[in-house]
Nanobody, 116 residues
Framework: QVQLVESGGGSVPAGGSLRLSCTYS????????MGWYRQAPGKEREWVAKILDARNTDYIDSVKGRFKISRNNMRNTVHLEMNNLKPEDTAVYYCNAVQERVRARWGQGTQVTVSS
């Protein structure tokens, strides 16, 4: 079973930056789009960014121009570079496949806290 491990979260002031990393345990996800998701307290998990390859990425409107997703299939990793962070970006961030039929069990996520 594929395992997902997210890391890189932390507490930063508004305007700060963080780089999240996700490592998955099997190459089976290399050919599928991967996404970053987040869940804020009291809210449902939402999709934030997705990547199939370097030419095929997409973001929710609220993070466009501030976040950048990338992946390295040789290392089974997906990254999320987050700049100009805002308090509303505060959430637990997760990674997983975009297609539900190939999704692994959700990992523990990594906490991002942005103070105003």
């Amino acid at each position: 079973q594929v395992q997902l491990v997210e890391s890189g979260g932390g507490s930063v002031p508004a305007g700060g930056s963080l780089r999240l990393s996700c490592t998955y345990s099997a190459n089976v996800l290399d050919s599928f789009a991967m996404g970053w998701y987040r869940q804020a307290p009291g809210k449902e998990r939402e999709w934030v960014a997705k990547i199939l390859d370097a030419r095929n990425t997409d973001y929710i409107d609220s993070v466009k121009g501030r976040f950048k997703i990338s992946r390295n299939n040789m290392r089974n990793t997906v990254h999320l570079e987050m700049n100009n962070l805002k308090p509303e970006d505060t959430a637990v961030y997760y990674c997983n496949a975009v297609q539900e039929r190939v999704r692994a069990r959700w990992g523990q996520g990594t906490q991002v806290t942005v103070s105003s």
